[in-house]
């Protein structure tokens, strides 16, 4: 089979189609055909070397954390009704930017009738971590909700959950074609953070109130400007870092204003809250309050050409690799 390898660490174009051996199916696992990789910005992070301490890779080694496909074949162990059924998996931190992959089958959720595979693997990660946001602030009807970095995958999920669950959501993003589809995807206002007085608009936007909850999907100057608009009493999520860091939030200001301050230590999940999530997202976008945007789909052998488009800024929503 094919398998996008990082050869070393670098630019996009370290990323080479190798020849891999087939994998086999353990006992208790199966063998996914895959159609869609998931591809994810940190992902581009840890290609360049900025994985450190706690995405501690050397490569060679295969990106990407999920797929979706059909399975295969299964090992000793795994129900043969498996086989043949559509599917989405994390692989665990690597190996999903291939044309196979053999996983444990807990790590299976079985596709609902109706959601196409690429679809269901664009959920795995942004629909999983918005639901978790959203949990973990417990947002609900009362809310008014800021996104900051709306028009990435997590972001325009966050902004979906916002219109079903929250009672204003407003989104920050830049590039006008962009913010149009963000506001056509549901955002009560969109912002344009290029703007030199994006903050005050922002204010105008939100209400007097502010924001009682921001969800900071891109982090440094941004995101530290974006805590000004947060309400007394609010939550604050620093998650973000595509600028270049999280959002330095100034601890004393935060207890002064009763804001909970909130990480990405807060989006790690144990493997039974992400079974218990991927089956809501899935469940979710079934009934249609989640729907999954593909902005751009490249195949397999232009792994480098995806990295290079998430990084030069060109991507919209959800970017996959198809086989
Ligand atoms: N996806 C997940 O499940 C997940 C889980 C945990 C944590 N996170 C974190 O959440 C953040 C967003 O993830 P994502 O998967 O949604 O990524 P994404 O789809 O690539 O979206 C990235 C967002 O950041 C903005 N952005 C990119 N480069 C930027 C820069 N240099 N300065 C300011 N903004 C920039 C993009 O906006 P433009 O349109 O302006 O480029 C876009 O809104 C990342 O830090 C990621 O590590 C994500």
């Known amino acids: 089979m094919r398998v996008a390898e990082v050869a070393r660490f670098g630019g996009p174009e370290v990323l080479r189609i190798q020849k891999a051996p087939d994998p086999i199916a353990g006992r208790g696992e199966v063998v996914i ?55 989405v998996a994390h692989t665990g931190e690597r190996g999903a930017y291939a044309e196979q992959v053999a996983v444990p089958v ?27 946001l959203f949990e973990c602030n417990e947002i ?20 979906q959950l916002g219109r079903a669950r929250a009672a204003r959501v407003v989104a920050v993003g830049r590039d006008e074609r962009k913010l149009t589809r963000i506001r056509e995807l549901g955002a009560d206002a969109v912002i344009d953070s290029e703007a030199p007085d994006w903050v005050e608009q922002a204010r105008r936007a939100l209400g007097a109130e502010g924001a009682t909850v921001i969800l900071d999907n891109v982090g440094g100057s941004v995101g530290e400007s974006a805590f000004s608009l947060v309400a007394p009493g609010g939550r604050f999520s620093a ?19 009763g804001v909970t301050v909130r990480g990405i230590q807060d989006v790690q999940l144990s493997d039974g809250d992400i079974k218990r999530l991927r089956k809501e997202a899935l469940a979710e976008a079934g009934s249609g309050r989640l729907t ?30 198809l086989t």
């Open 33 to 87: 055909e895959v159609v869609a990789a998931d591809v994810l910005w940190v992902e581009t992070m840890i290609r360049r070397g900025g994985g450190g301490e706690y995405f501690d890779v050397t490569p060679p080694y295969v990106p990407g954390n999920g797929v979706s496909g059909r399975v295969r074949s299964v090992g000793d162990g795994v129900d043969r009704e498996w086989i043949g059924r559509a599917v």
């Open 106 to 132: 807990e790590k299976l959720a079985a596709v609902p009738d109706g959601l196409g595979l690429p679809e269901a693997a664009a959920l795995l990660h942004d629909g999983i971590t918005a639901l978790t």
């Open 292 to 321: 999954p945007v593909i902005g751009q789909t490249f195949p397999l052998s232009r792994a480098a050409d995806a990295h290079a488009a998430i990084e030069a800024r060109t991507v919209f929503g959800k970017t996959l690799l």
């Open 140 to 159: 609900g009807t009362g809310d008014v909700v800021l996104v900051v970095g709306a028009s990435g995958g997590l972001g325009i999920m966050s902004v």
């Open 239 to 257: 998650h973000g870092t595509p600028s270049g860091q999280f959002a330095q939030i100034d601890a004393g200001e935060a207890e002064r204003l």
